[in-house]
Each structure stands twice: as C-alpha cells, then as structure tokens.
C-alpha cells in the first residue's frame, strides 16, 4: 500500500460537535482527495487539492471543509456533524491530475448520534 | 458534472466462470478509466485501468474494453475464483476530478 495513513480510523461525536480527520502521506504526491463512501452511492468527492493552500469543491462539499498547509497532510473538517454524515470516508492521493493512478488511504469510519 | 452509471450491482458466477460488469459515462472529456476492487472493510485498490488512447487493455485474468463513441467501457474477469469476491468500482476522470460508480458486489460460488 501507498504510503497514507488517516485518523482517527473510528470516531462517534453527537450531533452538532465539530469533526476534524486527517490524511497524511510519505509519497510526496501534489494531489490529495477527500471522499465519502455510502451504501449504493459508491465515492463520491468531497474537496480535493492541488498543492499546499490549494483547494477546490467536490460534488459532496456542502458542510465540510479541508485545509492542506503541508504537502503531506490535508485535514478534513466537520463544522458542525449531522447524522446525515456518518459515513466512511477515504482520503487518497495522486501523482498528478486526471489520468493517474490514485491510491487510498485505509478509510476513518464516523457515526454521528 | 461526470455522471457514471455501473450495472449490474450485484452478480453472482460459479466458480471458474466468467464476469462482465459494464460502466457508461456521460462527459467526452473523461480520458482515463480506472478500475477498483474493494474487499469488505478494506480500502479500494486498482486492479487494471485504461486511457482514452487505447480500446483494450489486458492483465493476466483481468481485461477492460473501452468504446469512446458509445462512452462505455467494460471490466472482464475469466476464470473466476473465490477470491475474486468483493465489491468492483469503476470511474471516470476528465481532469482533477474522479467520477465513481455505485459499484458492483461479485460474489463467486466455489
């Protein structure tokens, strides 16, 4: 496996609490990605980035916000956690844009009450 | 946006046979297809992928055709074994973005 690891990889909070996971990668790749996996809606994207303070929205990005101050790390943000997020969400990381291979992190499992 | 669509979502093969899962796209701009296999509770992992350059693309048991003029592209697995029981993703990538399918749960029957 790549060299990413994610944490926590399992979380319960309450509705209302702020929520803040982090990826961090050894491979020095530019690209990171947030996404969140459900049942019968396969990945779908959160944020994603191009390079430190570089970010941009994914199709899922309302109530979520990311911060990438480092090549290696890029934190996902939870303001303020719903039951509607609780999901299993997976960070992965790409050489470069478009037609690369990407490779995902082990997943952090997050039940909102 | 992308929009992918994956069928069928659920498949079932006796061992030894043949798997096809089949994924349209919609943007003509996608250029790159990966496939991805997920065992229960791991992380998604490439297993093959395809560019939009080239329409057939083979790694020993694994295949994957693509048809830009119809925006299909299709996962061939032969000789099927139980550990080829986990769920299959496609996507497409018409730049920064990645576009997945809702995946498809192959479960083979020894």
């Known amino acids: 496996d790549a060299g990413i690891t994610q944490s926590p990889r399992h979380k319960v909070t309450e509705t209302g609490t702020p929520v803040t996971l982090r990826c961090h990668q050894t491979?020095?790749?530019?690209?990171m990605y947030w996404y969140r996996q459900d049942p019968g809606h396969g990945l779908r994207l959160i944020h994603y980035?191009?390079?430190?303070?570089?970010?941009d929205k994914g199709e899922v990005s309302d109530g979520y916000s990311v911060s990438r101050s480092k090549t290696e790390d890029f934190l996902l943000t939870l303001e303020s956690a719903t039951s509607s997020q609780t999901s299993v969400y997976f960070c992965?990381?790409?050489?470069?844009?478009?037609?690369?291979?990407?490779?995902f992190g082990p997943g952090t499992r997050l039940l909102v009450l | 946006g992308e929009n992918v669509e994956q069928h069928p979502s659920t498949l079932s093969v006796q061992e030894g046979d043949s798997a096809v899962i089949k994924c349209t796209y919609s943007?003509?701009?996608?250029?790159?297809f990966p496939w991805y296999k997920q065992e229960l509770g791991k992380r998604p992992q490439l297993i093959i992928d395809?560019?939009?350059?080239?329409g057939e693309k083979k790694d020993q048991r694994i295949a994957v055709t693509l048809n830009k003029t119809a925006k299909h592209f299709s996962l061939h697995i032969t000789e099927t074994q139980p550990e080829d029981s986990a769920v299959y993703f496609c996507?497409?990538?018409?730049?920064?973005?990645?576009?997945f399918g809702t995946g498809t749960s192959l479960t083979v029957i020894p």
């Open positions: 996507a497409a990538s018409p730049g920064n973005q990645f576009y």
């Open positions: 943007d003509s701009a996608s250029n790159y």
């Open positions: 491979e020095n790749h530019r690209y």
């Open positions: 992965a990381i790409s050489e470069s844009k478009g037609a690369e291979t990407q490779y």
């Open positions: 395809i560019r939009s350059n080239v």
């Open positions: 980035s191009y390079g430190v303070k570089d970010t």
